[in-house]
């Protein structure tokens, strides 16, 4: 059974970074794997989409302080989170599309102080 395992959230100060992770289980080169962000008393947000091609689409609220990267070997993605903001706190969750499977991790939480 295919699976996402997300990990390190935490609590930063605003202008500090974080990097999280997300890997899938028993699957190759996904057509899509990505993040989600939910601010709290916020709609989810779309953050940070690649595609089995490679191609990278970022949402406007975090281009160019967030980059997406991929280790196809180990059907992982990351998201390095730099010049973090007060806005960005929430659940960050991991999602995957492939062909008509839709996964979704946990989340994992990220807190920024001011």
Known sequence: QVQLVESGGGSVTAG?????????????????????????????????TITGYGAITYGDSVKGRFTMSRDNRKSTVYLQMDSLKPEDTGVYYCYLRHQLLRLEGK????????
Request: glycine share 10%; net charge positive; hydrophobic share 35%.
């Open 107 to 114: 989340g994992t939480q990220v807190t920024v102080s001011s």
């Open 16 to 48: 500090g970074s974080l990097r999280l992770s997300c890997a899938a289980s028993l699957i190759f080169n996904p057509d899509a794997m990505g993040w989600y962000h939910q601010a709290p008393g916020k709609q989810r947000e779309s953050v940070a």
